[in-house]
């Protein structure tokens, strides 16, 4: 067994290492995104309502979902000038759609209208949702969101004003998971506040923004223009992504809002959570290949647990301990750095050691990631193929044919 412990001592000694830069990275990311919001804050506090431009909210619909009416309202209930709410479901009978007319009847003073796309004919439906009611969107900045996102009154007063510079064609923002309800939830939502939040303000810091996070993007109608409409991303499964890629690489710049959203995940079994989280590792590993194999360095208590396995098989299980004991501390520092210092989710205020159990829980799916290209998606299947690609099949799993 001496061997068994030499290999899992130099690859504990490799994870520790990296995930011990990985949370001074985060710490300095962290930093950067406190300075940018305070200059986000400064310049909106120069503008008057005059200057702040009519927009238009895009959300797609599907179904109910928890807390539907109370995540809707909060787009009508905005302390902004001017602007508009359209909504878009599949078909005219979504269950979503009655929600949104009861939310709707109730701000009979806000301009607000729905689409019905009918079936989507892209691989990916929300692109598709988007790319109809921008048709009939009236503004030059639109504010695309999901449905299952909840946002605080000043939200559009914090995340149009960037949209002013003439360099910037897109913003997006950071999220905080909001559970519902369960331990899988919670494993879900932490993730969302600690480890994502995470990743995005390092790759902020080392190269700036060039992707979106789905919760919320918005975009100026002319650097939407510049990449081919919504069109350019409808066959991609990580569309958040690739539309900032494309803008990014039209020369407009993407910026980080200092905004952050709630996103409510509802109670999930562990089959649930489990398919929800392996279906956005392998769009990640698809879209970004060498970003999300490196990502696997990026976890910290796994290496701890190599670290201890190695450290009684060669005679030194307090090393071993120790070794394990800093990566639970250096998890509890991000969640308490970037969880509550970020993205305000008090759960990692009052537990921050619950992202140590979501660290081991994300190395399982990065691992997972790998295994299967076939996922799981509203109602159909669906297979990922090149570069983040996605192709449709339908229930008897043959390739359905898109137009």
């Known amino acids: 067994m001496h061997w068994l412990g030499i290999i899992l001592a130099a690859v504990a000694a490799l994870g520790t290492v990296s995930s011990t830069v990985f949370l001074a990275l985060a710490l300095t990311g962290t930093r950067l995104f406190h300075k940018n919001a305070a200059k986000q804050k400064e ?14 909210l895009l959300k797609p619909l599907h179904g109910l979902e928890p807390q539907l009416e109370e995540n809707l309202e909060s787009f009508f209930a905005q302390d902004y000038p001017d602007f508009e709410v359209l909504f878009a479901a599949d078909t005219d009978d979504d269950a979503a759609l009655t929600v949104a007319r009861r939310v709707m009847a109730r701000h009979p003073e806000r301009s607000s209208q729905i689409v019905v796309n009918g079936e989507p004919p892209w691989p990916n439906p929300p ?18 969101s999901d449905s299952d996102v909840i946002v605080e009154g000043d939200y559009l007063r914090q995340v149009v004003p960037p949209l002013l510079h003439e360099k910037t064609g897109m913003l997006t923002c950071l999220y905080r998971g909001q559970n519902t309800g369960g331990f899988w939830s919670l494993m879900d939502a932490i993730g969302m506040s600690v480890e994502m939040s995470a990743g995005v303000v390092i790759a902020n810091w080392m190269e700036g923004m060039k992707f979106g996070l789905g919760p919320t993007i918005v975009v100026r109608r002319d650097a939407l223009e510049a990449i081919g409409g919504y069109k350019s991303i409808g066959e991609y499964f990580s569309n958040d992504f690739v539309i900032g890629n494309f803008i990014a690489a039209k020369g407009f710049e993407v910026e980080l809002s200092r905004h952050i959203i709630s996103h409510v995940v509802p109670p999930m079994t562990l089959k649930r959570m489990w398919q929800r989280q392996v279906r956005w590792a392998a769009g990640t590993r698809r879209s970004r290949p060498l970003g999300h194999l490196g990502s696997g360095l ?9 670290a201890l396995g190695a450290g009684v098989l060669l005679g030194h299980p307090w090393l071993g301990a120790a070794v394990l004991g800093w990566e639970v ?24 050691w619950m992202y140590v159990l979501r660290d081991l829980l994300g190395f399982t799916v990065w691992t997972a990631s790998y295994v299967s290209r076939k996922i799981t998606w509203r109602d159909g299947r669906f ?21």
């Open 329 to 352: 501390v250096n998890r509890m520092t991000e969640a308490l750095v970037v969880g509550w210092g970020i993205t305000r989710d008090r759960e990692c205020l009052r537990r921050p």
């Open 383 to 403: 297979e990922l193929i090149g570069d983040g690609r996605v192709r449709m099949r339908d229930r008897d799993g043959n390739v359905v044919t898109v137009l």
């Open 298 to 306: 990026v976890y910290a208590v796994p290496y701890g647990l190599m």
């Open 127 to 144: 692109a598709y949702s988007f790319f109809c009611m921008a048709k009939i969107a009236r503004a030059e900045i639109l504010v695309t």
């Open 43 to 56: 310049f909106e506090g120069t503008l008057t309502d005059a200057q702040l431009p009519f927009v238009s």
